[in-house]
């Protein structure tokens, strides 16, 4: 667990979610499916999903 | 990225001529011969202008000649390049054209050229992208820093080799070389959460915190983004000023090196001013010289060329007895008046024709007004003083003559000495050089003064803007973890920052392995071509430096090692690129990066025959594809040692000079 701007985050999540983002960034680079702005939605939504797993927890 | 074929129409010499590249895994070269001057440099220039817009040609009219000659007023002509490529896993098509005109005057006007780009996704559909977009896109693609290294001409081989050996290329160039080397999905990742952005991730969790629960949360969102504006401002600002300091540090040693080469250059310039000064003295003491003797000639020169009819004249003067024949006092008049009155003055008839006329008739010729004995008397008084000047006047004129002969011939040697410094100092005033040379060299200076100085507010200000941005955060965040809205946005924008910082991490870290294998591979394949004691080191800018192994210093390479140097260069880049393509090392997961094709223009043309043979070897074996354009000479060379990894033949016929087709 690690402190950021006094919240606390889960380091596991922020290892699957840093492997799970540049592959999706790798993939994308391949095959140009999602625009700049996709993407972001896209990671916004891993982010989101992940924190909210972690505190169901 | 490889190349699947390229289509040039109405460009140069090739009205409509295509070229399929070998994609074949094995077999992946691809062979393009022809003679001198059939296009396989325009053909090569082809790849350039399509992605870029660029050639190098003197000439910048692209449109074929027997086309433009063709055309009537006010028609037009399209010239267009057609590249198909395949990149990651996109089949794309990139094409530029540009529009001539003939105008009633008969010329020739071109319009901007169009870039287009489209490509087809993994479902089959095609998409073209917006104009806006499409450089952007071909920068992915291949970089325009790097695109001169995958498209290289063999002639120019060691000056691409002087320039990674520079020192000055731009950090655009390492930027690319990193994009290249595998490091663009971590870039993109960095780039799509970036803070600074509000369409990024981080910043777009900034834009949303509802402010209904506390109006602070509003107020001190507003300050976070103005900080962070000035923030962003004055970092843009340092980006500056460290580009500019390094640019004018740059020049500066330019210009020490140029003073530096001027030494021997300003020791002739004095030199030759001062034999200027001894010609200039020269042609005044001739000019002097000249205009003596003139004047001496024009006063004496009468008298000298007079000397034999005077030497004559007193010679006839001296026979003859002119004393005592004249009568003091008595004018010819008296005579005259006597000889008409008829008589004498004792008395004696004058008659006409008598003895006494006659005998006083002739006392004219010796009366006055020309009384011949004071005239003959004078008159050999004077010519004798004029025929003892004459002597020192021809000394003086011999003398004078002499003077005049070695003035002319000082003032030709003193002009060939000039002549033979000028051919050496190349023309021009080098001391107003030189002046103008340390002039520019104290603007550097100050200039780097000024900079370090603003750099330095610039910095004071940034940590200001900084703790005061920072305690903004905090205390929004306080705020926000007393609304379970506000509270979800903070979280996610923990773990967006939290990834954000990690990856900076790791790029950095990753770029300082990449580098160190890129050396290493670099070498590898150095050292390979060139059998010697040399190695290769790679800085952050990815400047190579050369240096003999237990040898401190740089040194100086020859034309074989610069083009080993560029090779190894090249090739280490690619085969690095396609290692982390392949590996599937989990040390490299992050790494994701592309092959790249090799095309060259006449590359065989600067290697010798043992270079030729590895560099056959070498290329199909690092790159993931080969196009070489070849002179027919070097064809044999090419078969012999590329043949098996021939996957496609092409050779150029030259119809005329402005036609060129595909066999």
């Known amino acids: 667990m690690i402190t950021i701007n006094g919240i606390e985050v889960d380091e596991k999540s922020i290892e699957r979610l840093k492997q799970r983002i540049v592959l999706l960034e790798s993939r994308n680079i391949n095959t140009k499916q999602l625009s700049d702005q996709q993407m972001v939605k896209k990671i916004k939504d891993m982010i989101e999903e992940e924190a909210k797993c972690y505190f169901n927890q | 990225m490889l190349l699947q074929s390229i289509k040039l129409e109405n460009f140069r010499q090739f009205k409509n001529e295509q070229i399929d590249f070998s994609t074949d895994w094995e077999r992946n070269v691809t062979i393009i011969i022809g003679e001198n001057g059939t296009g396989k440099t325009t053909f090569a220039q082809a790849f350039f202008w399509c992605l870029y817009g660029e050639t190098d040609f003197t000439d910048k009219s692209l449109l074929n000649k027997l086309v433009g000659t063709d055309l009537l007023p006010n028609q037009e002509a399209v010239v267009k390049v057609i590249l198909r490529l395949n990149h990651g896993r996109t089949d794309y098509t990139i094409t530029r054209e540009q529009v001539y005109k003939k105008s009633y005057k008969n010329t020739l006007t071109s319009n901007n050229t169009v870039l287009n780009v489209a490509y087809r996704q993994e479902d089959g559909q095609l998409v073209y992208l917006k104009p806006l977009l499409c450089e952007a896109e071909v920068k992915k693609i291949l970089p325009r820093e790097l695109s001169k290294y995958f498209f290289f001409d063999g002639e120019r081989i060691e000056k691409m080799s002087k320039e990674v050996q520079s020192g000055r290329k731009s950090s655009e160039f390492a930027e690319a070389v990193k994009g290249l080397l595998g490091l663009n999905s971590i870039i993109s990742a960095i ?30 969102t507003k300050e976070i983004a103005d900080f962070q504006v000035q923030i962003d401002d ?158 020192d006047v021809l000394t003086n004129l011999q003398q004078m003559c002499a003077l005049l002969s070695e003035q002319d011939d000082n003032i030709l040697e003193l002009i060939d000495d000039i002549k033979a410094i000028e051919s050496k100092l190349g023309g021009g005033d080098i001391h107003s050089k030189v002046k103008a040379l340390f002039q520019e060299q104290q603007l550097c200076d100050k200039a780097i003064r000024d900079l370090t100085n603003e750099m330095k507010n610039k910095n004071e200000q940034l940590g200001a803007l900084k703790t005061k941005r920072e305690r903004r955060i905090t205390e929004r965040a306080e705020l926000s973890l007393r609304d379970d809205a506000n509270k979800k946005i903070e979280i996610y924008k923990a773990y967006a920052q939290s990834i954000y910082d990690d990856l900076i991490t790791i790029y950095q870290k990753s770029e300082t392995v990449i580098r160190i294998k890129l050396q290493e591979t670099i070498n590898e394949i150095f050292k390979s071509i060139y059998a010697g004691s040399m190695s290769l080191s790679i800085d952050e800018k990815y400047n190579i430096s050369v240096y003999v192994d237990d040898y401190d210093g740089d040194v100086e390479t020859s034309t074989a090692q610069s083009i080993s140097v560029i090779f190894a260069f090249i090739t280490g880049i690619i085969k690095l690129a396609r290692d982390n393509q392949v590996s599937e090392d989990n040390d490299k997961s992050m790494l994701t990066s592309e092959p790249y094709p090799l095309v060259m223009d006449a590359p065989l043309s600067t290697f010798d025959k043992r270079r030729i043979k590895t560099v056959c070897e070498a290329l199909p074996r690092i790159a993931e594809q080969v196009i070489i354009f070849i002179k027919d000479t070097d064809g044999d060379l090419a078969e012999e040692n590329l043949g098996v990894k021939v996957g496609c033949r092409h050779r150029f016929d030259k119809l005329n000079e402005f036609e060129t087709k595909l066999m």
């Open chain 2, 191 to 220: 780039n799509h959460l970036n803070p600074r952005s509000k369409y990024g991730v981080i910043g777009s969790y900034e834009e949303s915190y509802d402010s209904k629960s506390d109006t602070n949360i509003q107020r001190y």
């Open chain 2, 234 to 391: 004055i970092q843009s600002r340092l980006d500056e000023i460290d580009d500019e300091i390094a640019k004018a540090t740059t020049r500066k040693e330019d210009l020490s090196e140029k003073i530096k080469q001027y030494a021997e250059g300003e020791r002739l310039q004095t030199e030759k001013e001062k034999l200027i000064g001894k010609l200039n003295a020269a042609k005044r003491s001739k000019a002097t010289a000249t205009s003596t003797l003139l004047k001496d000639f024009n006063s004496n020169m009468p008298a000298f060329f007079a000397k034999s009819t005077i030497k004559g004249a007193l010679e006839v003067l001296s026979k003859e007895d002119f004393l005592g024949k004249d009568i003091p006092e008595m004018h010819s008049k008296t005579i005259e008046y006597l000889l008409s009155r008829g008589t004498c003055i004792c008395g004696t008839h004058l008659d006409e024709g008598s003895v006494p006329y006659n005998k006083v008739k002739e006392l004219i010729e010796y009366l006055p007004p020309q009384s011949i004995g004071v005239s003959v008397g004078q008159f050999v008084k004077d010519s004798r003083i004029r025929v003892k000047d004459d002597v």
